[in-house]
C-alpha cells in the first residue's frame, strides 16, 4: 500500500494567517491527489481533486500544489470556517490511502 | 442532486456479520462507482472497497477476506457486510462516490452511521 504522511499533526494559527500542510507518499502518485476538510462528527469534505484542481464552491483561498511524491495545501488567510482536521488521500494506486490528518487549531 | 444515506444496526455482537445498506437519492446508482469507507473514532480514514453498477468489486486487500460490496439496483441501493467483526471494526462507516468517471476521489458523501462491536 503507499503511505501517506502528512505534516503537522497539528497546527495552531490565528484568523488571517497563511497556513500551509504537506503531504508526502511513500512512491511517487503523479497528480492524483485530494484533499479534504472535515469537522467534528461530519463527513470529510473535497477541496483539491488532482494535487491543484479546486473543488466547484470552494473559496479559493484554498489551493494544492505538488506532484510525485510532495504535496502542500496552502490557507491563503485562515478564516474561522476553516478551522477543523484536514486529510490527504492518494488514488494513484488501489487500495487509495489516506493521510493521518492534520488539525487546524485556533491559536 | 444526488444524495447518500447510510442506515443499518448501531451495534453489532463480537464475531457477529455487520451489514449496512447506502441508499442513492436523486440520482441513478447507473454509472458510478460506490464505495465504504470508515472512520474509527478520533482516529484517520480507511477506504474499504468499492462496487461499479455493473456488479465489478474492488476491495482493501486488509479487509478483502471479510468484505462483501453488493448492489440493489431496483431499490437504488448498495450494501456492506463485514463478517467476522471484533472492537477494530467499531467505526463511523461512510458510503461516497467521485462524479468523476476516470478519477478516484469522493465528492459525494453521506452523513456517516456509527457501528459500535460490543457484547
Known amino acids: 500500500d503507499i503511505q501517506m504522511t502528512q505534516s503537522p499533526s497539528t497546527l495552531s494559527a490565528s484568523v488571517g494567517d497563511r497556513v500551509t500542510i504537506t503531504c508526502r507518499a511513500s512512491?511517487?502518485?503523479?497528480?492524483?491527489l485530494a484533499w479534504y476538510q472535515q469537522k467534528p462528527g461530519k463527513a470529510p469534505k473535497l477541496l483539491i481533486y488532482?494535487?491543484?484542481s479546486l473543488e466547484s464552491g470552494v473559496p479559493s483561498r484554498f489551493s494544492g500544489s505538488g506532484s510525485g511524491t510532495e504535496f502542500t495545501l496552502t490557507i491563503s488567510s485562515l478564516q474561522p470556517d476553516d478551522f477543523a482536521t484536514y486529510y490527504c488521500?492518494?488514488?494513484?494506486?488501489?487500495?487509495?490511502?489516506f493521510g493521518q490528518g492534520t488539525k487546524v487549531e485556533i491559536k | 442532486q444526488v444524495q447518500l444515506q447510510e442506515s443499518g444496526p448501531g451495534l453489532v455482537k463480537p464475531s457477529e456479520t455487520l451489514s449496512l445498506t447506502c441508499t442513492v437519492s436523486?440520482?441513478?446508482?447507473?454509472?458510478?462507482?460506490w464505495s465504504w469507507i470508515r472512520q474509527p473514532p478520533g482516529k484517520g480514514l480507511e477506504w474499504i472497497g468499492y462496487?461499479?453498477?455493473?456488479?465489478?468489486?474492488n476491495y482493501n486487500p486488509s479487509l478483502k477476506s471479510r468484505v462483501t460490496i453488493s448492489l440493489h439496483t431496483s431499490k437504488n441501493q448498495f450494501s456492506l457486510r463485514l463478517s467476522s467483526v471484533s472492537a477494530a471494526d467499531t467505526a463511523m462507516y461512510y458510503c461516497?462516490?467521485?462524479?468523476?468517471?476516470?478519477?478516484?476521489?469522493?465528492?459525494?458523501w453521506g452523513r456517516g452511521t456509527l457501528v459500535t462491536v460490543s457484547s
Open positions: 461516497a462516490t467521485t462524479s468523476s468517471h476516470s478519477q478516484w476521489y469522493f465528492d459525494l
Open positions: 436523486g440520482g441513478s446508482i447507473s454509472g458510478y462507482y
Open positions: 462496487i461499479y453498477y455493473s456488479g465489478s468489486t
Open positions: 512512491q511517487s502518485i503523479s497528480s492524483w
Open positions: 488532482k494535487a491543484s
Open positions: 488521500q492518494q488514488y494513484d494506486t488501489s487500495p487509495w490511502t
